[in-house]
C-alpha cells in the first residue's frame, strides 16, 4: 500500500534513546481512586496499565522483527533504546497490575486481546509496523495530556503521579521511532492510514470494556457522580476528546510526521528536575 508518498523527517532527537530505571515501590500499595478520589478517571488509567504488559510486548516483537532489515546505525540504536524503554514499562506495569488484581480488579479482556496478537503473528513485518504505529498515536497523545495539561494527574497520589508522568516522559521521546522504521522499510500512507483506522476502532473498545470491568468491580460503575466524572474528563474544557482530536486527525495528513508536534522541552524539563525519581541504565557517571 503506497501511493502517496511520505516526506521524510528526521527524528527530533540526534541522541540514542537513554533507558532508565525509576525509583518506586508499590509494597504499601495505594487507594482504589488515587487520581484526585475520581473513581472514573483512576479506573480509566489501570485500564490501560492492564493493556501495557501484553501490548508492549507486542510492540517490542514489532520493531524487532524490523531490526535486521535496517541498515541505518543512528535507527538501529533508536529502535534498541525503543526495545529497552519499553520493556521497563513491562516490568513496572506488571507489578502496578499486581496490585489492582489485589484489589480485585482484573484484566477481562486480556484473553481475546493476547487471542488478537497471536493472530498478527501471520501478517508481513510492515504490517504489524503499521499496528504498532497507529497504537504509539494514541499513547503519544495520551503522554502528550499527562505531560501539558495539570487537570490530568497533577492531582494522583505518589507513587502514581511518578509513574504515570515517566511513562509518559518516555513514550513521548520514542515515540517517532516506530514511525522511522516503518518509512525506512517503504512503508506508504495507505497502509498506515487503513490500520489506524483499525486500530482506533479496536483502541476505543478495548478501552470501553475495560474500564467498565473495573468500574463495576470496583462498584461505582452504576452511580451518578461516576458518570459525571466521565463526562466531565471526556467533553469538559479540555477535556480527553477535545484535546485529541486534532491530533489524532494530524495522522491522516500524507506528510505527518511525530515530531511535527514539539513537545520535548517537557520531558527535558522532568527529568533536570526530578533526577532523584530515576537512574540511567548503562550510562557511566560523568557522561
Not at 540504536?77 to 526495545?83: H, L, Q, T, Y
Not at 529497552?84 to 489485589?102: C, D, M, P
Request: charged share 20%; aromatic share 14%; glycine share 8%.
Amino acid at each position: 500500500m503506497s501511493g502517496i508518498e511520505e516526506n521524510s523527517v528526521p527524528g527530533k532527537s540526534d541522541t540514542t534513546l537513554q533507558v532508565r530505571h525509576l525509583h518506586i515501590d508499590f509494597s504499601q500499595g495505594f487507594p482504589r481512586h488515587w487520581l484526585g478520589n475520581d473513581a472514573f478517571r483512576s479506573q480509566l488509567f489501570n485500564a490501560q496499565s492492564f493493556s501495557f504488559p501484553l501490548g508492549e510486548q507486542y510492540f517490542i516483537d514489532s520493531v524487532r522483527a524490523a531490526l535486521p532489515l535496517l541498515t541505518d546505525e543512528k535507527l538501529k540504536a533508536d529502535v534498541k533504546g525503543f526495545i529497552g524503554q519499553e520493556s521497563t514499562h513491562r516490568h513496572i506495569h506488571e507489578q502496578y497490575n499486581q496490585q489492582l488484581n489485589a484489589q480485585g480488579l482484573s484484566y477481562f479482556i486480556g484473553p481475546f486481546v493476547a487471542w488478537r496478537i497471536r493472530t498478527a503473528a501471520g501478517l508481513s513485518v510492515k504490517n504489524n509496523l503499521a499496528i504498532t504505529m497507529a497504537y504509539e498515536h494514541f499513547t503519544a497523545i495520551f503522554a502528550d495530556g499527562v505531560l501539558s495539561d495539570a487537570k490530568w494527574v497533577d492531582d494522583a497520589i505518589e507513587p502514581m503521579k511518578r509513574l504515570w508522568t515517566w511513562h509518559s516522559i518516555e513514550e513521548t521521546e520514542h515515540k517517532s521511532v516506530v514511525f522511522d522504521v516503518y518509512q525506512a522499510l517503504g512503508g506508504g500512507y495507505w497502509r498506515r492510514v487503513a490500520w489506524l483506522l483499525y486500530v482506533t476502532m479496536l483502541f476505543s473498545l478495548d478501552t470501553l470494556v475495560q474500564t467498565t470491568h473495573c468500574l463495576y468491580r470496583d462498584g461505582e460503575l452504576f452511580k451518578a457522580k461516576t458518570l459525571w466524572q466521565g463526562l466531565k474528563f471526556y467533553f469538559g474544557r479540555r477535556g480527553l476528546l477535545w484535546f485529541s482530536l486534532p491530533h489524532y486527525l494530524a495522522y491522516f495528513k500524507p506528510g505527518f510526521q511525530p515530531w511535527e508536534h514539539d513537545n520535548l522541552h517537557l520531558t527535558r524539563q522532568w527529568l533536570q528536575e526530578h533526577s532523584e525519581a530515576y537512574r540511567e541504565i548503562g550510562k557511566r557517571v560523568g557522561t
